[in-house]
């Protein structure tokens, strides 16, 4: 089966630095998302992304976080100044389409630590 | 707005045994979709079984079913046989059913413990 895929898997930064977590979508799906997991809790949705802008965002995704697509398969998360409460497991997600049907795709997660 | 409770933070179940993962949730979209994944220890989310809101039969993929009851707003997910591999996380989600469906919102989870 065709896999998302999350760069890098372990990411350790300093309170109030600039982290870029990265992704590749399956290639011919069309929906990307990025969730969050805080140490084994409930994963909580952040944002969707669609024709190169975001569809939806969670009260979560504040001016300190921005998505892009930069070129045709990598699309990535941006904290600008993280805080130690971002210390979280991200994941990226990609669907086919936006029916409601369809599964999510996650890649296998991205774990940021704030220190 | 839609909300997904799953009320049983820890399970455990002898192996080769059934379990059943409760799951409510609340929406006021007459047109949803209900998942469940898996979350090993090793974080990953894993895909296991998919119900449309107006599918007539509840859907098993292998030894996973899910319970449907839709005018008691659950989908309870039963796992038969259970191995000791299926010791992980189980989240319960639901998303809307349109042309924007949207984003999954997932429920607190339950964690499954198979014994031998």
């Known amino acids: 089966e065709p896999e998302v895929t999350q760069t890098p898997s372990h990411q350790v930064t300093q309170m109030g630095q600039e982290v870029i977590l990265r992704c590749v979508p399956i290639s011919n799906h069309l929906y990307f998302y990025w969730y969050r997991q805080i140490l084994g809790q409930k994963v909580e949705f952040l944002v969707s992304f669609y024709n190169n802008e975001i569809s939806e965002k969670s009260e979560i995704f504040d001016d300190q976080f921005s998505v892009e697509r930069p070129d045709g398969s990598n699309f990535t998360l941006k904290i600008r100044s993280t805080k130690l409460e971002d210390s979280a497991m991200y994941f990226c997600a990609s669907t086919p389409g936006d029916s409601g049907a369809e599964k999510l795709f996650f890649g296998s997660g991205t774990q940021l630590s704030v220190l | 707005a839609q909300k997904i409770t799953q009320t049983q933070p820890g399970m455990f179940v002898q192996e080769k045994e059934a379990v059943t993962l409760d799951c409510t949730y609340d929406t006021s979209d007459p047109s949803y979709g209900l998942f469940w994944y898996k979350q090993p220890s090793s974080g990953e989310m894993i895909f296991l079984i998919y119900?449309?809101?107006?599918?007539?039969q509840n859907a098993t993929e292998g030894r996973y079913s899910l319970n449907f009851q839709k005018a008691r707003k659950s989908a309870n997910l039963v796992i038969s046989a259970s191995q000791l591999g299926d010791s992980a996380m189980y989240f319960c989600?639901?998303?809307?059913?349109?042309?924007?469906?949207?984003?999954?919102?997932f429920g607190d989870g339950t964690t499954l413990t198979v014994k031998p």
């Open positions: 989600a639901m998303r809307r059913k349109n042309t924007n469906a949207g984003k999954s919102t």
């Open positions: 119900q449309g809101s107006y599918d007539q």
